[in-house]
Nanobody
């Protein structure tokens, strides 16, 4: 079992940057691959990125590729999402999610399916104005 708490959301203008944090407790965090998702009311939860347990491997949605960077510090039991060049369409509640197993699965569908992740944080809101 792992408990997740996100922080770092806020209101910014287009072009700004934010760094989200996800703090974990309850288990050896390096054993968990961790993803970021985002959700807008009325729409399905959308995959953003995933990082392996070691931090060596990452995978991103096309919509954020080149702008967002996932990282982690297992000594601090934390995962981060650095978001640059933010756009109004990035406005959403951002969630971190984790699943036991450090290695990224080969299937992109498995990586990006919310049902693959049993552990979730409560979310942090990011608002980007034009």
């Amino acid at each position: 079992q792992v408990q997740l708490v996100e922080s770092g959301g806020g209101s910014v203008v287009a072009g700004d940057s934010l760094r989200l944090s996800c703090a974990a407790s309850g288990s050896t965090f390096s054993n968990y691959r961790t993803a970021w998702f985002r959700e807008v009311p009325g729409k399905e939860r959308e995959f953003v990125s995933i990082i392996s347990g070691s931090g060596a491997a990452t995978f991103y949605a096309r919509s954020v590729q080149g702008r967002f960077t996932a990282s982690r510090d297992n000594a601090k039991n934390s995962v981060y999402l650095t978001m640059n060049s933010l756009k109004p369409e990035d406005t959403a509640t951002y969630y971190c999610a984790a699943v036991l197993g450090a290695v990224l699965p080969p299937s992109s569908r498995s990586r990006s399916n919310p049902d693959s992740y049993p552990f979730w944080g409560q979310g942090t809101l990011v608002t980007v104005s034009s």
